[in-house]
Structure formats: C-alpha cells, structure tokens
C-alpha cells in the first residue's frame, strides 16, 4: 500500500518513484542516474502539489478521488489509522 501524495514520476526518464525510496541522507537519485527534486513529485518550487500518478501511471493535474490499483500496486490516499484505547 502506497500513498498517492507520495508517488511521483522521476523527472528525468518517468520511472514510478515514491517518498518511502528516499534515502536518509544525501541526493537522492532514480536508477536513471538522474537526481530526484520536487518536481518528481508534482510539486512546484513554492511546494504546492499540482500534479499526481494516476490510475494509468501518467501525471494527472487533478487528485484522485478514490483508491486505485497500479500494476499490483495498491494507491490509497491515506493510510488506515490504528486506534488504540488504554483501560
């Protein structure tokens, strides 16, 4: 399960790419060899996403509505919430 604000396309040759690939420190750079930014994911230098993956694998400038599947990826747009109680 992947969450959809976090898919991108990498700017450089469009492989599928998501936020949980990053590295913890340093560039952080697709198989391509080219380096990821914030317009691999849909997002402008200001930080306003204006662009998403969707249900085809290509850019979309309007959030999906729903979940989706891609390939044998499962999109959500946000992830199931544990609630624990204490006694």
């Not at 700017?11 to 420190?25: A, F, Q």
């Not at 919430?81 to 204490?86: F, R």
């Amino acid at each position: 399960m992947l969450l959809m604000s976090g898919l991108g396309l990498c700017e450089h040759c469009g492989i599928l790419v998501t936020v949980e690939m990053r590295p913890v420190d340093g560039a952080w750079i697709c198989v391509c060899g080219g380096e990821l930014t914030h317009e691999s994911f849909g997002y402008t230098q200001d930080g306003q996403k204006t662009r998403w993956v969707g249900p085809d694998g290509e850019w979309i400038n309007e959030k999906p509505t729903e979940d989706f599947k891609l390939g044998d990826l499962h999109i959500v747009d946000h992830r199931p919430s544990v609630h624990l109680y204490s006694r």
